[in-house]
């Protein structure tokens, strides 16, 4: 820890500190504050997670519109920015549920990477871009990655659960990343700085409302996968550890599970959707 550096950030923070501390307690959360501060900043210029999530959701994509191009079904363009067809996203991994219920659980994981449109990817894949930086910057890649399958799959599972037999998108798992947040703020609040502390917890709340009532009067919106994700980004955020407190970055051994689960979970849906093309 350079001290000397994190002292002199200390001290330029502002003064909105609990009363009653002592001029000691004062100056130990000030500087806990400081490295908060300096981690969050650093991390967010390095997002290499969520650029390489938003690539496969883009590869996926593009992967279908060829598809459709040389099936003769639509020129390029067209096949890219227009709406695929319900046989080819089942056939692709969409959480199709008469499938599930044949035991293709693996849909579950596949259909987040799945996407209606261009303009269904492009609004998933800004969200992704916004948040998902956040996110990476807070738990650091691995952690950020569990938390984004993980909100995903709880979307699709209560989807699933809730009697829609076809859904896609990655919008359960934005959800998680959009809670995620806001829960970060609040468990940490001591140790931010006042103003990202307030930040995090006042700015995207809106969000998640907004976004709610959207999915309540827009018919063809899948609301449960939103609840669903955003409950398990919730609960994530309520016991993960992370890459901006000190002291609070959690067990070296469930960042290495978290990587391991990822993974497999990953390869279980790719082997899942290969099964259906070859």
Known sequence: ????????????????????LSPRQAHRRRLVQAVSHRRLWAGLHRPWAT??????????????????????RADLVSAIIGSRSDPLLIRAGAQYGRAIARGETWR????????????????????????????????????????????GIAGSALSYAGGHQLSIGASGAIFGLLGAPIVFGWRHRAELPPEISRWLRRSLAPWVVLNLFIGLVVPFIDNLAHVGGLIAGVLMALVLGNRVVPGREGSPIVTVVLAVASSLTLVWAAVGVAGKWL
């Open 51 to 72: 650029w390489a999530l938003l690539a496969l959701l883009v590869l996926i994509h593009l992967a279908l519109a060829l598809r459709i191009y040389h099936n003769g």
């Open 108 to 151: 579950l994981v596949s259909c987040i990477f799945l996407h209606g449109s261009g303009l269904h990817l492009f609004m998933n894949g800004l969200a992704l871009v916004g948040l998902g930086r956040l996110c990476e910057a807070l738990y650091g890649r691995t952690r950020f990655i569990a938390l984004f399958l993980i909100s």
């Open 1 to 20: 820890m350079n001290t000397g550096a994190d002292s002199r950030v200390a001290d330029e923070l502002p003064p909105d500190l609990p009363p009653g």
